[in-house]
């Protein structure tokens, strides 16, 4: 990814958090050569307007390149100019997305991902228990030969010492070995471990084919099963599908987290955004004043915002937000929840802050909100503080009224400055 600036960069992040492979960020055009010319990039999104020259004259670069030639390379941009499009053809741009709509960029990210894992090589790490030394060479040479790195043991104990230390991809055990622990008991203990390692596939093996033995095999935990003498086709098929499966699952959960995190986070900032605070931020704050610990609730709104969006442009105004959620960010501590709760509105719960050290904490965060001058605007923010009393509990709705009608007094009070209030008993 090439990104000129920091908010860029967080911001495309945000929305590919799911990708397996690394995303790696560069600043500068000269910076981009240095991948260019390794030939370590599989797909590349350049921003139109770089500081040391321009999107497309790089990607022209790109297309000169031997490794260049049939990579993607694709563009965001904010500009609606009607002439980018052919230009960008010419230049040899795949594609061209705006940056108000990154989740079509993620989209095309997550296609061409899923396309290349399906004619990448197989990897992955494989732990074989097997007795025989004869079996472990001939079922070693067939994973190996996968593209599988392996680690062969004969006893089902060590194995299940060594699987709880390191991460496999895959199990495959003979069912019948020598020790107290057999390979449907090594199964059954895998089972029993907490995520992720209970969900590793398990390829059974015996040289037993009834169906009574498989059922025993598949009712103990085991994914799959296959009966001695084992052809290598079969074995290959079948692990091949075991890993396959693991990786669709593991990229169903990838993606479903996403969602998670895209529902519950302010695309813009990067905080949460009031639906978490909400839920989640109310349950801790609740907790905590049922445990007699201090909880105040700090709500800012940045002063004359609506200004900068009309005479600087929204892009700007973007940059603004985005720098007052870092000042927050910068501010918080552990326990500490920081959401954008709508426009130019943040607020922020402090748990284990008495009122004395919660205002200390809000007048630090004007200062720091004022001295930014974020794309050198000056901008200042009025903060509104509600403390619940030790002996009292209260819902997150009181708690917001009281810190909203703190800062409104704020803004009434001349803006830029903190007010404070106990929430009403």
Known sequence: ??????????????????????????????AARTFIVAGEIDIVCVEGVLPDGSGLELCKE??????????????LTGSDDPNLETDAKEAGITQIFHKSNLSALADYITEFEKDSRSTETLTGMALLVEDSPMMANFFGEVLR?????????????????????????????????????????????????DEPYCRVPFLAVSGSISKERQLDVISYGANDFVAKPVA????????????????????????????????????????????????????????????????SFLLLDLDHFKRVN???????????????????????????????VGGEEFCVT????DQTNAIGFAENLRKSIEVRLPEGIFVTASI???????????????????ADEAMYKAKLGGRNRVESAWVNR
């Open 232 to 295: 290598s086709k079969e074995l290959e098929v079948r692990v091949h599908n075991l890993l396959k499966q693991k990786q669709l699952f593991e990229q169903v959960e990838a993606q479903r987290d996403y969602l998670r995190h895209l529902a519950l986070t302010d695309q813009l900032t990067g905080l949460f955004n009031r639906h978490y605070m909400s839920e989640v931020g109310s349950q801790r704050m609740t907790k905590a004043m049922q445990h007699g610990i201090p909880v």
């Open 62 to 75: 790109i297309r000169q390149h031997p490794s260049g030639h049939n990579i993607p390379v694709l563009m």
């Open 384 to 402: 509104g503080l509600a403390t619940v009393p030790k002996d009292m509990v209260v819902d997150f709705t009181t708690l917001f009224k009281a």
């Open 1 to 30: 990814m090439l990104v000129s600036s920091k908010f860029s960069q967080n911001t495309i992040h945000r929305h590919l958090l799911f990708l397996s492979k690394q995303l790696t960020f560069v600043h500068s055009v000269q």
């Open 350 to 353: 402090l748990i284990s802050r």
């Open 145 to 193: 030969g996968m593209g599988l790195t392996v680690t062969t043991l004969a006893s089902a104990e060590d194995a299940f010492d060594l699987f709880r230390k390191r991460k496999f991809d895959i199990v495959i055990s003979d069912v019948q070995l020598k020790g107290d622990l057999t390979g449907l008991g090594l199964v059954r203990a895998i089972r029993q471990l």
């Open 310 to 340: 009309d005479t600087k442009g929204h892009d700007v105004g973007d940059t603004v937000l985005f720098e007052t959620a870092q000042v927050l960010h910068e501010h918080c501590l552990s326990g500490d929840i920081a959401a954008r």
